[in-house]
């Protein structure tokens, strides 16, 4: 098993992420530009593959921005957005067109509403970073997708935020910032659910800030603050907020006065196997993590 454990201070309750996505719904789209860019890149890898799905799931669906380009992309396909966050599902609702085909449903990624082996395509932007539980996120991906269905998704690496990372843990020793998963565990894992030829890659991606305001102002408006059981419960004090800002300015200010924030981004993709295949004694199909094909993009 992975090594990655969020069952600590690191962990993540899904009622409080579904509570902080749905309080985000209508302010989400004004600054998700790093995550429709993402967005766009996983849609882009679709061109090179040939599917005609009949069922497409887009998990961890938010506001619909994929959703709506899968049904675009697939004319003929019943595409389902699913999000865990109830605000989320019903802005998406909202925002759906008198001819609209996509339709939008609240559930969990662990406990998806599809019958066994009846889903074509599982497309995921930016969604499993909020789970504790990869595997169980996994086992339920394969059990709805079909023979030779295929899984695509993005995620975040760990060393997303690590600028803003560093500046905290100058302050006090509270988790202030997520841990994310590295590729090669989220790569195990999809081995160890018995997913076809898996695949990874990561490129890293660097924005600029004009101070660490508009960087927080921009998390809070997603819905991505902090919800690890390690914060803090108090409020931060403005004397706390003060010193991660002069940390973060003393150890990463650009000559043009800008403020880098990185972000690691993770790819996969992966194809649904055989039910009798997945019964088999897992040895079968066991994978050493070195042989799974990784691509790894220039830096950006």
Not at 31 to 55: C, N, S, T, V, Y
Not at 210 to 217: E, F
Request: charged share 25%; net charge neutral.
């Amino acid at each position: 098993m992975s090594d990655f454990n969020r069952e600590d201070k690191y962990a993540i309750a899904k009622q409080d992420v579904a509570q902080a996505f749905s309080a985000a719904a209508k302010a989400y789209d004004e600054h998700a530009f790093l995550q429709r860019e993402i967005a766009d890149r996983l849609m882009e890898r679709l061109d090179l593959i040939k599917l005609e799905p009949k069922l497409i799931v887009d998990v961890g669906s938010g506001t619909g921005y994929c959703t709506r380009a899968l049904q675009t992309r697939y004319k003929k396909a019943s595409v389902y957005g699913v999000d865990i966050a109830p605000g989320m599902v019903e802005y998406a609702n909202k925002k759906r067109g008198w001819f609209a085909k996509e339709k939008y449903l609240c559930a969990d990624a662990r406990q998806l509403p599809f019958e066994h082996q009846s889903v074509d395509l599982i497309f995921s932007s930016l969604a499993l970073q909020w789970t504790d539980d990869i595997d169980n996120v996994f086992a339920e991906f394969q059990r709805v997708l079909k023979p030779e269905g295929l899984l695509l998704f993005s995620t975040f690496g760990p060393d997303t935020l690590k600028e803003l990372r560093h500046a905290w843990s100058t302050v006090d020793d509270r988790v202030h910032v997520n841990r994310f998963m590295d590729m090669h565990d989220v790569g195990d894992a999809l081995v160890r659910n018995f997913f076809a030829d898996p695949v990874m890659d990561m490129e890293m991606l660097t924005l600029t800030y004009r101070d660490i305001m508009q960087l927080m102002r921009e998390l809070k408006g997603i819905g991505a603050n902090n919800r690890n059981a390690g914060r803090s419960h108090s409020l931060t004090t403005p004397k706390q907020l003060r010193q991660m800002m002069s940390a973060y300015e003393q150890a990463f200010r650009r000559e043009d006065q800008t403020l880098p924030v990185s972000y690691e981004v993770v790819y996969g993709h992966a194809w649904g196997t055989e039910l009798k295949a997945r019964q088999t004694a897992p040895q079968e199909f066991a994978m050493p993590v070195s042989q799974i094909p990784i691509r790894r993009a220039k830096p950006e």
